[in-house]
């Protein structure tokens, strides 16, 4: 079992930054793949960005790539994800979720959810 918590949402202006942080209870985390997803009012769930266990494999929805930085510390059980250049359509809740064995895009595949962030852009 895995218990995940994320933190670090906020209000932030077009343009501003945000680090989310997703802290992971047991002592296992480097051996789940991570993943961050978002809901936006009145859209499905959608991919962000997922990391492999040890950290060396990163991948990125096309809307995010080059703006946010997914990344861990698995002696500190925990990932981030950096945002820059913030855009009002990065309004949604964050969520980070878990799984064994390699990383995916598919949230179908993700055993271990958090509750969620609220992330809103706008001035």
């Known amino acids: 079992q895995v218990q995940l918590v994320e933190s670090g949402g906020a209000l932030v202006q077009p343009g501003g930054s945000l680090k989310l942080s997703c802290v992971a209870s047991g002592r296992t985390f480097g051996a789940y793949a991570m993943a961050w997803f978002r809901q936006a009012p009145m859209k499905e769930r959608e991919f962000v960005a997922t990391i492999s266990r040890g950290g060396v494999t990163t991948d990125y929805a096309e809307s995010v790539k080059g703006r946010f930085i997914i990344s861990r510390d698995n002696t500190k059980n925990t990932m981030y994800l950096q945002m820059n250049s913030l855009k009002p359509e990065d309004t949604a809740v964050y969520y980070c979720?878990?799984?064994?064995?390699?990383?995916?895009?598919?949230?179908?595949?993700?055993?271990?959810w958090g509750q969620g962030t609220q992330v809103t852009v706008s001035s």
């Open positions: 979720a878990a799984k064994s064995g390699i990383s995916s895009y598919n949230q179908n595949r993700f055993d271990y």
